[in-house]
């Protein structure tokens, strides 16, 4: 089983060995701001989709992913955005009530093994998943593994700095790449050049912009909406570059929201990749668009994590 828990909705797939979706379920993540009341009933709905699609038998494991999940600890750990706060014993909680293994991994490492199983990495072993949307998280696979880190942290390219003192980040540092390329940093930059601009835009008939109607202003022509994606890319570029520069990637692979932008932002973020990338590198590392939607890749990497804990149920 593969669990995807998001700010708006956690959703739980039945998912074979070939990455078919059996069975699919959901319900809206905040309406549980208890930590105990949220685990009691995903624990009720995973069971309930069990009974009606094989019986327990049939499941080998869970996998979950969420944001600031550490698969090392099988923690949730300090999450800014979640309501549960402090250090969550997730996978031992689910654990105790469904009496099966089960996984927890950061969000953006279940992504990347959804991209390297069933998507735009397949067969690939060196390679960096990018999730451009709220925030911006990452995985980079080595010799075919996730590097998770010493306390699995790794892959945090969102909080590095590119700009010395520039924006505030929602993480308590300033310049963070994120604070520029993630949602309320493309939306920041898209204001101040309509400030500064002092010309129309089709943007300004936004009462609360968002990237997605950036991007449709850029389908029609704004030259305005236009460069808030080239400057956007500059500093994607700039991050990409910096992160090549250290793993050397055969791809990047993109996902998320805000990739959907597509040349817009990506054309802008190549150019200045290959401006600032080590040169040995220049022309050898792919700029891919994942073809998954958000959804399947997130339930289906959680259905590959589920593959990477040892066996255990109560009930084989």
């Not at 669990?3 to 078919?20: C, M, Q, Y």
């Not at 979950?64 to 999940?69: D, T, Y």
């Not at 022509?221 to 793993?247: F, P």
């Not at 600032?276 to 339930?299: A, P």
Request: proline share 3%; aromatic share 8%; with cysteine.
């Amino acid at each position: 089983m593969g669990v995807n828990i998001s700010l708006d909705n956690t959703t739980s797939a039945i998912v074979d060995v070939r990455g078919n979706v059996l069975a699919q379920d959901s319900f809206p993540t905040q309406e549980h701001p208890s930590i105990n009341e949220f685990v009691a009933f995903l624990s009720e709905r995973l069971i309930n989709l069990m009974e009606d699609n094989g019986g327990y038998d049939t499941i080998r494991s869970v996998g979950i992913g969420v944001m600031s999940g550490n698969f090392v600890k099988g923690c949730i750990e300090h999450s800014p955005s979640l309501p549960w706060k402090g250090e969550v014993p997730l996978a031992s909680m689910m654990r105790d009530r469904l009496g099966m293994a089960v996984a927890v991994g950061n969000n953006a490492h279940v992504r990347a093994l959804g991209e390297r199983t069933f998507g735009s990495a397949h067969g690939m072993s060196d390679f960096i998943v990018v999730t451009l949307g709220p925030g911006l998280g990452s995985c980079f696979f080595s010799n075919g593994k996730p590097h998770l880190g010493s306390n699995g942290f790794s892959g945090e390219i969102g909080h590095v700095c590119v700009k010395p003192e520039g924006r505030q980040c929602g993480c308590g540092s300033k310049g963070c790449l994120e604070a520029y390329c993630a949602e309320e940093g493309i939306v920041k930059t898209a204001k101040k050049l309509m400030a500064n601009a002092g010309k129309e835009t089709l943007m300004s008939k936004y009462e609360d912009l968002t990237p997605k109607d950036i991007t449709d202003c850029c389908e029609q022509g704004d030259e305005l909406a236009q460069q808030v994606y080239a400057i956007t890319g500059q500093m994607l570029g700039i991050g990409m570059a910096n992160y090549a520069s250290v793993v050397n990637p055969e791809a990047i692979i993109f996902t998320g929201g805000i990739s959907k932008a597509g040349h817009w932002l990506l054309d802008s973020a190549r150019q200045t990749f290959e401006e600032n990338v080590f040169h040995n590198l220049r022309g050898k590392v792919k700029f891919l668009q994942s073809t998954l939607t958000d959804v399947e890749r997130s339930v289906l990497g959680a259905s590959a994590l589920a593959w990477e804990v040892k066996e255990y149920s109560l009930f084989k």
